[in-house]
């Protein structure tokens, strides 16, 4: 169970620029993300209308790995040479890391 992990990575654009950031993201640096050895699945999510938070988007990358120091320290390694776009707003950006502490738990299913 503790080498499935999920990495949080909340970004918005500047003002007018969500065209530009969209399309970077989803058409370059995703797949420039998913070639970190360990990372194997991603998805954005846009938070709602409503929310009125400063950072809008959210990134969830899922890592599978043993050792997830050693995979986060690749990703860091590597994040200074992936692509950016002029459309980010550097100052957006969070990153969050999840390891769970129980397995995934659906209706009905004995705990």
């Not at 990575?9 to 640096?29: A, K, L, M, Q």
């Not at 997830?68 to 969050?96: C, G, H």
């Amino acid at each position: 169970m503790n080498n499935r992990h999920l990495l949080l990575i909340h970004t918005s654009p500047f003002h007018g620029c969500e065209n530009e950031f969209n399309h970077w993201y989803d058409r370059v640096h995703l797949a420039e993300v998913l070639a970190v050895p360990g990372f194997v699945g991603a998805q954005r999510f846009v938070l709602s209308e409503t929310a009125g938070e400063r950072r809008r988007y959210v990134a969830i990358y899922e890592v599978e790995t043993d050792d997830i120091a050693a995979t986060m320290e690749r990703f860091e390694k590597a994040r200074p040479t992936m692509s950016t776009t002029p459309a980010l707003d550097p100052s957006s950006v969070t990153i969050e890391l999840l390891t769970p502490v129980t397995p995934s738990v659906t209706p009905g299913q004995p705990q």
